[in-house]
């Protein structure tokens, strides 16, 4: 309310001395608050609940015998990981229920900075789905590998002092290692935001070590791996996030936890939501499906991505149908498959509201170094080589070692023995570093695999069974200005431009899922039995997720955080 008159105008409405703008009946409204269900009129003025009672309004819309929830709240994500502008995926994730989204662009900030992120902010600033920040906190992500951008202490001060009310804290904490090793950049980083809320990152993390990086400061966590992990980390005051996007499915794992005393200290997050998932099955609303036939209450479920996630972050008057709330709606037909009927956003169904924008996103994000077939080569050292292995369904991987196929004096990939080569190509200022590695679990033949999208850095990553295919996907990917591409004996089947940052399509929705469903097609064509191995191999290069990685400086043993040879003998 923007002023003395406005506020006398809103009491005398809520009173029932002037009409509402809209009243919803015969509802049963999902009361977040009380934690109960009961029948109910909803009345608005303004974008702003006034109460459950029955009032004049200008315009009445019967439920019908519907269940009224809270626009949905997702906790944690990554636009980036949709592929989708930030325009396009709020108008998408708008009509699945979404109402408020708090996003880490740590993404779009590995690779343009400042620039990146202020493009995000503007894309995104009054979108009829409201669009909240963290501070990205590793910029580059680790020590080892090469980013487009450094983000520092000075930085985040100025885009907060910028953009004071769409930053809500300080992005998840992946380098733990330097939280609890006291390094002091980290420390500063914890300082700057310790008024501010601190989302973790820390995978595997117990004991006193846990304890010394609670006290730092980060207190969620949507990295659990066992429920005796997600457990402690509870018990220790740590805000559990359970993660069901399209790469990790916590859900089943842990809601077992939460009970009638515990509840508000859980949340249900995507982290990644890849446009296929999106399109098939829908944001928080499969969240809330995949949660109630788990066993979850309905009600419970609900709270867990609205008032929850509210107060986690500070967010008034959010995640609650209750006077003085504002108006973020969603009528369903029922609390099992949550069908949804109408979306509200300020009170205001969706057809009248824009998700257009007319900001104009960051140019070319590509410069690489000069290649050749040769670039992809690998001099052989002795026999056997550290491989990355790929486990079917998880972003972790095993280190395990291999005996490579030689041909004159050089380890080469074995499609027959599913070893092909790996290569992370940086891009981001043409240096020429190139990391050469070897995966296993792809399941390529003859052919390979690029894609900029490759977390965390995204620097180019090109999975392939021959130099020359490899090479030609490169120069594809660079051609396209960043993108995902499909090479097999020297020629490029099917590619999928990704000209903002190299991360994301300027295209809506339904275009990008026929892209990518061309892509896999393709991939299914020529023997590849993955249904996203693009989504695999965009995680090979993460340094900060067990056991072995790649990055442009090559080979990472993620338990012991350092660079390690691919020879091992």
């Not at 020429?432 to 995966?439: K, R, S, T």
Request: proline share 6%; glycine share 8%; net charge negative.
């Amino acid at each position: 309310m923007s002023s003395y008159k406005d506020r006398l105008e809103m009491i005398e409405t809520a009173r029932g001395k002037a009409p509402a703008d809209l009243l919803i009946t015969n509802v049963h409204l999902v009361n977040t608050l009380s934690g109960e269900i009961r029948p109910a009129n909803v009345a608005v003025r303004n974008g702003i609940v006034l109460g459950f009672e029955d009032y004049p309004a200008k315009k009445i819309i019967d439920g019908r015998g519907a269940y009224l929830c809270p626009g949905f709240i997702e906790a944690h994500i990554h636009i980036e990981s949709t592929l989708l502008s930030p325009p396009v995926f709020a108008g998408a994730v708008a009509s699945m229920g979404t109402a408020a989204v708090i996003c880490d662009p740590h993404e779009i900030a590995n690779v343009l900075g400042m620039e990146g992120i202020a493009y995000f902010v503007e894309a995104s600033r009054d979108l009829p789905v409201s669009i909240y920040f963290m501070l990205p906190s590793c910029v580059p992500a680790t020590h080892l590998e090469n980013a487009g951008a450094t983000l520092g202490v000075e930085d985040m001060k100025s885009l907060l002092a910028r953009y004071p009310d769409r930053f809500l804290g300080l992005g998840e904490m992946m380098n733990f290692p330097g939280v609890i090793h006291s390094d002091p950049e980290v420390l500063a980083k914890l300082e700057m935001a310790k008024d501010l809320v601190m989302d973790g990152h820390a995978p595997g993390l117990s004991g006193k070590d846990l304890n010394a990086y609670i006290l730092a400061g980060p207190k969620s966590d949507h990295e659990c791996v066992k429920i005796g992990e997600a457990r402690e980390k509870l018990e220790k005051g740590m805000h559990i996030m359970i993660r069901q996007g399209t790469s990790q499915h916590s859900l089943e794992e842990f809601l077992p936890l939460v009970n009638d005393h515990n509840w508000p200290s859980f949340s249900m997050v995507s982290d990644d939501r890849h446009p296929e998932d999106l399109a098939r099955h829908g944001h928080l609303d499969d969240n809330l499906r995949r949660a109630v036939r788990l066993g979850c209450d309905p009600v419970r479920a609900v709270q867990m991505v609205t008032i929850n996630p509210a107060r986690y972050f500070g967010l008034k008057n959010r995640g609650a149908i209750a006077p003085g709330y504002r108006a973020d709606m969603v009528l369903v037909e029922d609390l099992v498959d949550f069908q949804i009927r109408e979306v509200f956003l300020e009170g205001r169904g969706l057809g009248e509201h824009s998700f257009q924008t007319g900001i104009k996103p960051p140019g070319n994000s590509i410069h690489i170094g000069e290649l050749s077939s040769s670039s992809f080569q690998i001099p052989a050292e002795g026999k056997r080589v550290r491989v990355i292995e790929v486990i079917p369904g998880q972003i972790v991987t095993r280190h395990v070692l291999a005996e490579p196929r030689m041909q004159n004096g050089l380890a080469e990939a074995d499609p027959d023995r599913d070893l092909a080569k790996l290569a992370v190509v940086e891009r981001h200022r043409a240096t020429g570093n190139i990391g050469l590695g070897f995966v296993r679990g792809l399941g390529l033949k003859r052919c390979a695999l690029a894609s900029t999208v490759a977390h965390d850095s995204h620097n180019l990553i090109i999975a392939g069974t021959n130099d020359e295919d490899m090479l030609a996907a490169a120069l594809e990917v660079r051609r396209m200005g960043g993108g995902l591409t499909v090479v097999h004996n020297g020629k490029v089947l099917s590619s999928m431009p990704l000209p903002i940052a190299g991360l994301m399509s300027h295209n809506p929705l339904d275009e990008v899922v026929a892209s990518m469903e061309k892509l896999a097609k393709t991939c299914r064509s020529i023997g590849i039995s993955h249904t996203s191995p693009f989504m695999i191999l965009s995680f090979l290069a993460l340094p900060v997720i067990p056991e072995l990685k790649l990055t442009d400086r090559g080979l990472v043993d993620v338990s012991r955080f350092e660079l390690v040879g691919l020879w091992t003998d």
